[in-house]
């Protein structure tokens, strides 16, 4: 059975044995033996991506591992993980654990396994993942102080230009739902005849504390752009928006009504930035609407999310396949507000756009304004959804062929956390000291 997802381009699921259809013997296995020829290998290939072509499925990929007979080999995949159970030898196939197999990839994209196992049974060992994962990018105490001394520095500059201001700060950060390399949103509160950009810029540099820094005056919401120089963290200032502060409190009330938002929040956040989509600038979604997403799954969902028992890896299968498969963004918005719903964006005049597939949530603060009004990536965003659904769906089948070899993770298959977080994470643990 081919692992697809709707409109994806991934014909071959990476790190899976893969058939046309259920009943088909001629089957492609990651790490094969080098008992076959070089020559029988490709020509195996060859008629495979033939079978490929009738059917109409000309985006093939060949996995085409190599023959060199290293059983220490790590074999890349679509996303450059390393997720077999099995290596190759002069032998054959042979379990790692057998084999004095070090410095795994698994090690490094996949943190969050360190040092734990998981349980045999795919839908479990997901939900332990999730948990796994959640808890691995919480953050430390040093990545708590280090932001707090970057919001306190600036706070200190813009006190230090209008003493009488108020400074907020509102988003992920506020909310406890960001990422090791998410920005800091902070908003400034004062009475101006015109928005304070450029003063405010001059005054950070001044201080020495941007090392690239950007004033994106003619945006929806004006905002001075930059990274600080010392913790590398992104920050946004905005001037007289109520609406982030706001925002932030309605999330937290949301949050300890719905205990498991924040794990399938994490995971899709994580999920879109490897792929580029968490940014509205570029057609995206951002944190707010991401999370309200997932809110209205949970609030929609027929089954009740609110028990202790509840499957994280059953939600999160399930908000792919909502997603990825079944929602109309073209003629369905989604409002949050009450118990959630969906409206008909016609009635409401919310697809007069670039694009027909745009992803429309209601602002529950504003039912006028749509949180993903830029959001013209929505087709790619439904897309990447699809796949992750296909990818992880096809891991749950119990019955599998004899010589099938599990990923070593289950939702490694889907996000990964990159080494240069990783690093900076360790650099945060070794140059930030608690009082």
Wanted: proline residues 5%; aromatic residues 8%.
């Amino acid at each position: 059975m081919t692992a697809r997802g709707k409109g994806s381009s991934d014909t071959v699921v990476r790190g899976r044995t893969n058939s046309l259809d259920d009943g088909d013997d001629d089957v492609i296995v990651v790490g094969e033996t080098q008992s076959a020829s070089e020559s029988a290998k490709q020509q195996r290939i060859k008629d495979r991506k033939e079978s490929f072509l009738e059917e109409g499925l000309e985006d093939f990929i060949p996995l085409d591992f190599t023959g060199d007979g290293n059983p220490n080999k790590k074999h890349k995949y679509r996303d450059g993980n390393s997720n077999s159970n099995y290596t190759n030898n002069k032998r054959g196939r042979v379990r790692k654990e057998d084999v004095n197999v070090v410095d795994l990839e698994i090690d490094s994209l996949c943190p969050w396994l360190k040092g734990h196992s998981v349980s045999p049974i795919p839908i479990i060992a997901l939900h332990e993942e999730i948990k796994l994962f959640t808890k691995y990018m919480e953050p430390t105490p040093e990545e708590v102080v280090l932001r707090k001394q970057v919001v306190d520095s600036i706070t200190k500059v813009i006190h230090g230009l209008w003493p009488k201001c108020e400074v907020c700060v509102f988003g992920s950060y506020k909310t406890d739902l960001y990422l090791p390399t998410s920005d800091i949103d902070m908003v400034v509160h004062g009475n101006w005849t015109a928005l304070p950009l450029n003063t405010l810029a001059h005054a950070l540099e001044r201080a020495d504390i941007p090392d690239k820094m950007e004033v994106i005056a003619k945006a929806r919401v004006p905002i001075v752009k930059f990274r600080d120089k010392k913790s590398q963290i992104h920050v946004d200032i905005s001037f007289n928006q109520p609406s982030g502060p706001a925002d932030a409190k309605l999330i937290l009330k949301w949050k300890r009504e719905f205990v498991h938002a924040k794990p399938l929040v994490l995971i899709i956040k994580q999920f879109l930035l490897q792929r580029d989509l968490n940014e509205p600038f570029h057609g995206g979604i951002g944190s707010y609407a991401i999370f309200l997403l997932v809110l209205s799954f949970l609030q929609r969902r027929p089954l009740r999310v609110d028990d202790k028992k509840v499957n994280l890896g059953v939600l999160l299968i399930e908000f792919f396949e909502l997603y990825g498969l079944n929602f109309n963004f073209s003629r369905v918005g989604i409002r949050v507000n009450g118990h959630g719903s969906y409206f008909d964006k016609v009635k409401k005049g919310w697809v007069n756009r670039r694009t027909t597939e745009m992803m429309s949530i209601e602002n529950p603060t504003n039912s006028d304004h749509d949180v993903t009004g830029n959001a013209f990536a929505t087709a790619a965003i439904r897309e990447v959804f699809a796949h992750a659904y296909s990818v992880l769906s096809s891991c749950m089948y119990e019955r599998r062929p004899s010589d099938y070899s599990p990923p070593d993770s289950l939702l490694g298959e889907i996000v990964n956390v990159n080494e240069e977080t990783q690093e900076y994470r360790q650099w945060v643990k070794e140059t930030v000291f608690l009082k």
